[in-house]
C-alpha cells in the first residue's frame, strides 16, 4: 500500500497528500470497476438484468442471519448465503419451463422478505442495516481491496477459459447441451460470481444501487461496439471512467459515492445512445 500511496500523491488532488482513506477508495473503485464491467456483458446478454437484485436481497438476509447469531463480520454468513442461493437458482432454472425473470422474482420476493422479518424479528429495528442500503466506499479497508483483486483475478480467468461457453448456455441451452457443455456448471459458475462480486461489494457500493453497475456498463457499450472484442473493452472502460469520476464527483459534492457512480453511468449511456446501431 505504501507504493501506491506514494503514486496517489502525484496525483493532482488536495485529498491526495495526505488522506488516506481516499486513496483506498480510488483502488477500491478501480478494482471493482472492471470487475462490474466484465460480469455486466453478460448479465445484460443473458438478460438477468434482475439477478443482482435478487443476489442482493440474499446477501441482506444473509446479513440478517449473521447479526441474528452474533457473528463479527456478518458478511461472510451473506456470501455462503448468496452462494446457495445462487445454486438453488440455478437448480431450480433447469428444472422448469418459466422464464428467468420469473425465477428471479420468486427467489428475490422470498428473500427480502426473509430478511426483513429477521431484521425486525422479535421488535429488532431496520435502521441499523441502513448502511448496506446506501453503501460506503470510503470505509474499504485496505484487506478487502486484495479481496476484491482476487475475486477480479477469478473472474478474468473465467471469462478467458469459459466466456464462450457460459454464453451459449444461457443463450441457447439446448444446443449449448447438445455439444456437450455442461449447462447447469456454466450457469453457476457465473451466478456465483456474480453473488460474490454482489456480496463483497454491497458494503462499499450500496444495495439500492448496485444493479446499475451490472447493467449499465455493458448498456453503454452495447451502443458503440461492433464486435464481441469492443463490447467488452467499452464496457470495462466505462465502468472505469464512471468509478473514478463517480468517486471525485461524491468527494466534492459530499454525496454518495455509489448514486454518483450510477449517475455517470446513466449519463454516458445517454451519451452513447446516439451511436447505436439500429
Known sequence: MALWYSLVELLPFSWAHGLDFMKNALLAVLVISPLFGLLSTMVVESRM?????ALGHSAFTGIAIGALCRLSDPMWAAAV???VLAGLF???KGRTHL?????????S?????????????????????NAYLIGDILSVEPAMIGLLALLLLAVVVLWL??????LLSSVHPALAASRGVRVSVQEWLFTSAVALTVTLSMTWVGLLVINSLLVLPAA????VAR????????????????????????YALGASTGACVTLVLALLFALSFPARRT
Not at 438484468?49 to 437484485?53: E, Q, Y
Not at 422464464?99 to 427467489?107: C, E, L, P, R
Open 227 to 250: 464486435n464481441v472484442r469492443q463490447y467488452h473493452l467499452f464496457s470495462v472502460l466505462i465502468a472505469l471512467v464512471s468509478g473514478v469520476a463517480g468517486l471525485l464527483l461524491s
Open 161 to 166: 477459459c469459459a466466456f464462450d461457453r457460459i
Open 49 to 53: 438484468s434482475f439477478f443482482s437484485d
Open 81 to 83: 448465503f448468496a452462494l
Open 90 to 92: 440455478t437448480w431450480v
Open 99 to 107: 422464464q428467468s425473470d420469473t425465477v428471479i422474482g420468486v427467489f
Open 220 to 223: 453503454g457499450a452495447r451502443n
Open 109 to 129: 420476493s422470498a428473500a427480502v422478505a426473509l430478511g426483513i422479518f429477521l431484521a425486525t424479528l422479535g421488535g429488532g429495528s431496520f435502521t441499523k442495516f
